[in-house]
């Protein structure tokens, strides 16, 4: 099982500019959730796909928008890009989140 | 809304030395409890969860409790090991008014193991 896989893993990009990041969540999860994570912190939820659809959003600007395609993997687009993006983007799938999440090793987004 | 707090790290133990890590949290209804690991250059992965008061769980060694009463869910291990060394994220989860699981995060205790 080749768990949730997120790509690129490593990304610059510079201010002003738009970027998408890419997760393939595990099988059988249906369900998922991007983070946001900057360093020395812990994750921040940005929102979470499920049927296609955003279920929930968390305290994000509308600069981060995503997408969930019928084969539940999901993309994070974010526009505009501030040098304050800079963080280590997280995606996390489950098949109901009670249980918990698995997450991806996340990729890792540099503005300058 | 809801809320972790951890203990501020980084903790620096010895080789099988007793590791406790705090966590308490703040929330409404009654949420579902998680310790999670992040090793360095991965993402977290889930260690242990407990879903309704006293609840123990445990994982290679870690143990956690879910305190009511005292709304905590410190981490334990008898022995900790070098390999243990990682940041540890506590973590809640309760159902949102759409139906879904968000987990809340702390910011994470750093634990650094020396042989």
């Known amino acids: 099982d080749a768990g949730v896989t997120q790509s690129p893993t490593h990304l610059i990009k510079t201010r002003g500019q738009q970027v998408t990041l890419r997760c393939s969540p595990k099988?059988?999860?249906?369900?998922v959730s991007w983070y946001q994570q900057a360093l020395g912190q812990g994750p921040q939820f940005i929102f979470q796909?499920?049927?296609?659809?955003?279920?929930q959003r968390g305290n994000f600007p509308d600069r981060f928008s995503g997408h969930q395609f019928p084969n539940y993997s999901s993309e994070l687009n974010v526009n505009a890009l501030l040098l304050g993006d800079s963080a280590l983007y997280l995606c996390?799938?489950?098949?109901?989140?009670?249980?918990?999440?698995?997450f991806g090793s996340g990729t890792r987004l540099t503005v300058v | 809304g809801d809320s972790v707090t951890q203990m501020e790290g980084p903790v620096t133990l010895s080789e099988e030395a007793f590791l406790t890590i705090n966590c308490t949290y703040t929330?409404?209804?009654?949420?579902?409890l998680f310790w999670y690991v992040q090793y360095p250059g991965e993402g977290l992965q889930l260690l242990l969860k407990?879903?309704?008061?006293?609840d123990k769980g445990s994982n290679k060694g870690f143990e956690a409790t879910y305190r009511k009463e005292t709304t905590s869910f410190h981490l334990e291990k008898g022995s900790v090991q070098v390999s243990d060394s990682a940041v540890y994220f506590c973590?809640?989860?309760?159902?949102?008014?759409?139906?879904?699981?968000?987990?809340?995060f702390g910011r994470g205790t750093s634990l650094i193991v020396h042989p």
């Open positions: 407990a879903t309704k008061a006293d």
């Open positions: 973590a809640l989860t309760s159902v949102t008014s759409g139906g879904s699981y968000i987990p809340t």
């Open positions: 796909y499920y049927e296609e659809e955003e279920r």
């Open positions: 929330a409404t209804g009654y949420p579902s």
């Open positions: 099988s059988g999860h249906d369900t």
């Open positions: 996390a799938s489950s098949p109901t989140g009670f249980d918990g999440y698995t």
